[in-house]
């Protein structure tokens, strides 16, 4: 079925840029709505950020708006988060996923099954 493979994610100094990768296959992905979550070391996983189908609407969590920026690319089954101004409090395993309505906030508990993710570091 569905498979998701994050990519991407480094070791930056606070105050650089990342920009994550989605690789979506099994799935034509303009059918879903796509999100990114992140999961701290001894904290539960945590929503980031979430698009339409269409790439028009989108929402983030408020840690990171403004810094952080999510978009796609349907032709290519892709989707990508942007993420800029890093801060130490960044640093996580981030996941996409994908579920066909679109809300401004997607609960992590929702979702049944997960990529391996892609590690983000940021150092201060």
């Known amino acids: 079925q569905v498979q998701l493979v994050e990519s991407g994610g480094g070791l930056v100094q606070a105050g650089g840029s990342l920009r994550l990768s989605c690789a979506a296959s099994?799935?034509?992905?303009?059918?879903?709505?796509m999100a990114w979550f992140r999961q701290a070391p001894g904290k539960e996983r945590e929503f980031v950020a979430v698009?339409?189908?269409?790439?028009?609407?989108?929402n983030y969590v408020d840690s990171v708006k403004g810094r952080f920026t999510i978009s796609r690319n349907n032709a290519k089954n892709m989707g990508y988060l942007q993420m800029n101004n890093l801060k130490p409090e960044d640093t996580a395993v981030y996941y996409c996923n994908t579920r066909p309505s679109y809300s401004g906030y997607f609960d992590p508990a929702d979702f049944a099954s997960w990529g391996q993710g892609t590690q983000v570091t940021v150092s201060s």
């Open positions: 698009s339409s189908r269409d790439g028009f609407f989108t």
């Open positions: 099994g799935r034509t992905l303009s059918n879903y709505s």
